[in-house]
């Protein structure tokens, strides 16, 4: 009989995902990267609001998870979404607060 039950290792790497998420500011760069395609690190950076060292942080944290890809070009690095899956969460779970938040 087949299990459906995910495997423990598969479970922690998971989790390590979602709280990877949890970060406010990775969330809004993955929905920028999602919007927009390929950005700059000073896209990102004027698009936020954010000084450059504290997008460069979580980009290595989302880099570091396989979440974006790094493109270098020169003296500029160029970010763009690794895992489709990522857009596809953050909308669901975007879409739904929203829908939350105008029911009340």
């Not at 922690?12 to 500011?25: C, G, I, N």
């Amino acid at each position: 009989m087949e299990s459906n039950l995910v495997p423990r290792d598969i479970m922690h790497r998971a989790a390590r995902r979602f709280k990877m998420l949890s970060e406010p500011v990775r969330l809004e760069i993955l929905s920028l990267l999602h919007e927009r395609g390929e950005m700059s690190v000073q896209e990102l950076v004027e698009e936020t609001g954010q000084h450059q060292a504290n997008i460069s942080k979580h980009l290595r944290h989302l880099a570091g998870e396989k979440c974006v890809k790094r493109r270098k070009e020169g003296l500029f690095a160029y970010y763009s979404i690794n895992d489709p899956t990522l857009s596809s969460i953050c909308m669901l779970v975007c879409g739904r607060l929203r829908q939350e938040a105008d029911a009340a």
